[in-house]
């Protein structure tokens, strides 16, 4: 079945600092999603890419659809103790269930004020 | 405001009672998904429906139980056949002009004594 793959699994970092983490699937993907979830609440819709190479920004929050249509990145710059949380990709391959998504396993990010 | 409500927000029972999740939105959203998250997992499927009076068996269906009788709700039992029923469970909805973009409630945890 398909896969996905996210990194890292856990950062730790200083208030200010720039943050990058990925997704990687095994097949090619059409939709990749970008949540954030905090301890105990449901996660949050940050970006939606729908189309290979798209680029979209969201406040301080960056993410690209991969040209190759297997991969994500989420960039999180000048990042705040607030960013702290768990972020997960999400996407749909071609040829998969209709409205299936499958998930990463998320990327856990403290930032120390 | 429009959104998603699970209750209870924390559940205990005792081995061998079935219990029943609640989710309503009120988003107009047709379609609707039940995930469990564990630690250091991806959410993973329960169920999900397209329509009212609908649903699919997800990848992980056994021991839980939905209906659909109305397009704002979509309540899960959990049942004594499920094993390990101790996890985080999230409810989702689903925009039909956005076919892939999933919303997810504030989560119930459920923790079996």
């Known amino acids: 079945g398909q896969q996905l793959n996210q990194s890292p699994q856990s950062m730790f970092i200083q208030e200010g600092e720039d943050v990058s983490m990925n997704c990687t699937s095994s097949?090619?993907?059409?939709?990749w999603l970008w949540y954030k979830q905090e301890p105990g609440e449901g996660p949050v819709l940050l970006i939606a890419?729908?189309?290979?190479?798209e680029l979209t920004s969201n406040g301080r929050l960056t993410a690209q659809f991969g040209i190759t249509r297997k991969d994500s990145f989420l960039n999180i710059s000048a990042s705040i103790p607030s960013d702290v949380g768990i972020y997960f990709c999400?996407?749909?391959?071609?040829?998969?269930?209709?409205?299936?998504?499958?998930f990463g396993t998320g990327t856990l990010l403290a930032v120390q004020p | 405001d429009g959104g998603i409500t699970q209750s209870p927000k924390y559940l205990f029972r005792k081995e061998g009672q079935n219990v029943t999740l609640s989710c309503e939105q009120n988003?107009?959203?047709?379609?609707m998904y039940w995930y469990r998250q564990d630690p250091g997992q991806g959410l993973r499927l329960i169920y999900y429906?397209?329509?009212?009076?609908?649903?699919q068996k997800g990848d992980i269906a056994e021991g839980y139980s939905v209906s659909r009788e109305k397009k704002e709700s979509f309540p899960l039992t959990v049942t004594s056949a499920q094993k390990n029923p101790t996890a985080f469970y999230l409810c989702?909805?689903?925009?039909?002009?956005?076919?892939?973009?999933?919303?997810f409630g504030p989560g119930t945890r459920l923790t079996v004594l």
């Open positions: 989702a909805s689903r925009d039909r002009a956005r076919t892939d973009t999933q919303y």
């Open positions: 097949s090619i993907f059409n939709t």
């Open positions: 890419l729908y189309k290979a190479g």
């Open positions: 999400a996407g749909r391959g071609y040829g998969g269930a209709t409205n299936k998504l499958i």
């Open positions: 988003l107009n959203h047709d379609a």
């Open positions: 429906s397209q329509i009212v009076n609908d649903f």
